[in-house]
């Protein structure tokens, strides 16, 4: 099944600890993204990344780090978390890496808190 | 910087009643607006999408308007059903960034 697979679905973490957020999809995608969404504030773009070694920040990439070393796995890395990174992160992933050419598939989500 | 606003946040309907949700965005380089829903629990998924060369564009309940000159696009559900309700999201965008609404959530009562 063609999917975007997200880990962990939910976290309670502390402030500082660092934590890893995985993504994978299983459908040869170039485009990934990571977005975070709050209450009000809809979808914000972290980091995209437009291929393999190419990523590039979104609109609120402050706290957060990518890697793209293979097609499939895009994590985001919190170094050192804080409380207003409490969140609903999803990873989404393109066919093509212009988003204006296709469908962004989402996954279900990782719903993160930061004590 | 760029901004897509949409309205309402919230909105109830009858079943069988039409639904319009409208987005303006800031960027006029824009020339890609989806729309995406989100039910509960779940990641956004596609529903209809409509590129600046077009003014309109519908899939069967399903209808989409876009106004480049006043920047701004909808959407509208007509006959509704108790299944649409979700989180509606509009989207616009270029080759490698789309700016999000903020969201409409649509409730429709049986």
């Known amino acids: 099944e063609a999917q975007v697979t997200q880990n962990p679905r939910y976290l309670i973490t502390v402030t500082g600890k660092k934590l890893t957020v995985t993504c994978s999809q299983n459908?040869?995608?170039?485009?990934m993204s990571w977005y975070r969404q709050d209450p009000g504030l809809g979808l914000r773009q972290i980091y995209y990344?437009?291929?393999?070694?190419?990523?590039d920040k979104g609109d609120v990439p402050e706290g957060y780090k990518v890697s793209r070393k293979e097609k499939r796995n895009f994590p985001l890395i919190l170094e050192s978390p804080s409380p207003n990174q409490t969140s609903l992160y999803f990873c989404?992933?393109?066919?093509?890496?212009?988003?204006?050419?296709?469908?962004?598939?989402f996954g279900e989500g990782s719903r993160l808190t930061v004590l | 910087g760029e901004n897509v606003e949409q309205h309402p946040s919230t909105l109830s309907v009858q079943e069988g009643d039409s639904a319009v949700i409208k987005c303006t965005y800031s960027?006029?380089?824009?020339?890609?607006f989806p729309w995406y829903k989100q039910e509960l629990g779940k990641g956004p998924q596609l529903i209809i999408d409509?590129?600046?060369?077009?003014g309109e564009k519908k899939d069967q309940r399903i209808a989409v308007t876009l106004n480049k000159t006043a920047k701004h696009f909808s959407l509208h559900i007509t006959e509704t059903q108790p299944e649409d309700s979700a989180v509606y999201f509009c989207?616009?965008?270029?080759?490698?960034?789309?700016?999000f609404g903020s969201g409409t959530r649509l409730l429709v009562r049986p």
């Open positions: 989404a992933s393109s066919l093509s890496n212009r988003v204006n050419t296709g469908e962004l598939f």
């Open positions: 459908m040869n995608h170039e485009y």
């Open positions: 990344s437009m291929n393999v070694e190419v990523t």
């Open positions: 960027d006029s380089a824009s020339n890609y």
């Open positions: 409509i590129r600046s060369n077009v």
């Open positions: 989207a616009a965008g270029g080759s490698y960034k789309l700016i």
